[in-house]
């Protein structure tokens, strides 16, 4: 499975929306209904799932789930 594809699965277990509906376009709080606590915890989930170590400065600048998919890219 390539990354976006589990990415988005890791959001549809956040949300009310299935991976295959979920867009680049799609707000976490917005259109997906993301809490905060929701929202953290799933950046937990995705730093061990792709072993990375995700910056609070560059996450707080995250809005969309393309925004979520460049940052994961650089890292």
Same mark, same amino acid.
């Given at each position: 499975? %390539? ?20 867009? %680049? ?5 917005? %259109? ?5 606590? %929701? ?11 792709? *072993? ?14 393309? *925004? ?8």
């Amino acid at each position: 499975m %390539d990354k976006a594809a589990e990415f988005k699965k890791i959001v549809a277990q956040y949300s009310n929306v299935t991976a295959e509906e979920i867009t %680049d376009e799609m707000r976490f709080r917005e %259109d997906l209904g993301l809490s905060s606590l %929701d929202f953290m915890s799933f950046l937990g989930e995705l730093e061990d799932t792709f *072993d990375v170590e995700l910056e609070e400065e560059e996450v707080l600048k995250v809005l969309t789930v393309g *925004d979520a998919l460049k940052m994961l890219e650089e890292e």
